[in-house]
């Protein structure tokens, strides 16, 4: 079969011809339908410091896909052939401290597919049973796919209170954008975003953001505050850049929260933190998907029909013409874009 893999050690990646991955006890064997870009894979396809020292070539790379079981290996109890799923990429131990106490999102034996193991950007794809979840009610495969990413907004909105709250999300990526569904679909109040990319801006507008502002143009702060003089309930910060943190502390009301899901390039991040301290508020950091509450929720809200993400997925290619898709994605302007890979 042919597969998308970073086939050596320097920028770019392959399609190479591979062998199809033979079911294992305890895992499923995946006819994989459709995949999304995420920037993980950009960071591999770029050859990254990050990249360079974490991933062996070869490596089948890709770690959002969705599609139907074809094959389950010995002891595999949940799933069955013909069974929809989609990819959740983090493949935990089981027996540290973290997973054992419900904490497997913070597993510290991780390994995540596309990266450690292969992945799935080919028509077949072999993972553990845990990591294949069925998708819920009517969920389409080609939105089923971006569940990973998803559910990193899933878990960072619902790390506070959302219903009746006014909520800043900083940073309008393909997360940040599904964070505004998400938050719009559990109830929030107002949905105030920023985002300096005016592409992506537009994109804002479509998920149905009530303020959007652009930080390269305009006071943010300033119009915050006079929106909001009170503060905002909670912030969840998705852009990676140290003055939406900044922003964050100054707009976020006494008490509140900020969800940090967004990871600064810089190691150290200069921010007045004593002014969140004596506002109080909870600053959290959060990673992944809480395994599995997230995708349960996630599951509820898609199928529920309140969450409509397909503004987000702005572009589809075959998966053969990839290279195309990551030129594309480098302009910036693209939401999610999606592999048609079955
Ligand atoms: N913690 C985790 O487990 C986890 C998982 C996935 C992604 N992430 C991180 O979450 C963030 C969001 O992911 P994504 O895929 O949507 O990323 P992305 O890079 O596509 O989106 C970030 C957006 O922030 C915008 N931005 C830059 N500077 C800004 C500023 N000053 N104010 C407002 N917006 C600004 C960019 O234009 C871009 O559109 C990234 O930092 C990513 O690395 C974290
Ligand atoms: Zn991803
Ligand atoms: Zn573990």
Not at 238 to 266: C, K, N, W, Y
Not at 305 to 311: A, E, H, Q
Request: contains cysteine; hydrophobic residues 40%.
């Amino acid at each position: 079969m042919k597969a998308i893999a970073k086939a050596h050690a320097a920028r770019g990646a392959d399609l190479i011809e591979v062998p199809e991955p033979a079911v294992r006890p305890g895992h499923v064997k995946v006819r994989v339908q459709y995949g999304s870009v995420c920037g993980t894979d950009m960071h591999i396809y770029e050859w990254d410091a990050w990249a360079s020292h974490r991933i062996k070539p070869p490596r089948v790379i890709g770690h959002e896909f969705s599609g139907v079981i074809e094959e389950v290996g010995e002891g595999v109890k949940n799933l069955q052939p013909g069974d929809e799923v989609a990819s959740e990429s983090h493949i935990t131990c089981g027996h540290c401290k973290q997973c054992i106490n419900g904490q497997a999102h913070v597993c510290v034996n991780t390994q995540i597919l596309g990266v450690d193991v292969d992945g799935g950007f080919a028509p077949y794809a072999v993972i553990p049973e845990s990591n294949a979840r069925k998708t819920y009610g009517k969920i389409p495969l080609d939105i089923a796919c971006v569940q990973d990413p998803l559910g990193n907004a899933v878990h960072t909105a619902f790390t506070g209170p959302v219903d009746g709250q006014d909520i800043l999300i900083t940073g309008m990526g393909p997360i940040g954008l599904f964070a505004i569904g998400v938050c719009k679909a559990a109830g929030a109040k107002n949905v105030a975003v920023t985002e300096i990319s005016p592409y992506r801006l537009a994109l804002a507008e479509k998920m149905g953001a009530d303020l959007i502002l652009n930080p390269a143009k305009e006071d943010v702060t300033a119009i915050l505050c006079k929106h909001y003089p009170l503060g905002l309930d909670g912030t969840l910060e998705m852009s990676g850049h140290a003055s939406a943190l900044e922003l964050a502390i100054q707009a976020t009301r006494p008490g509140g929260r900020i969800s940090l899901l967004g990871v600064f390039p810089d190691q150290t991040v200069g921010v007045r933190l004593n002014d969140a301290i004596f506002k109080g508020i909870d600053i959290q950091a959060i990673v992944g998907r809480r395994l599995w509450e997230t995708w349960d929720k996630m599951g509820e809200l898609l199928s529920s029909g309140k969450l409509d993400i397909t503004p987000v997925i702005t572009h589809r290619f075959p998966y053969e013409d990839f290279n195309s898709a990551m030129d594309l994605i480098a302009k910036g302007e693209t939401g999610k874009v999606v592999f048609e890979i079955g």
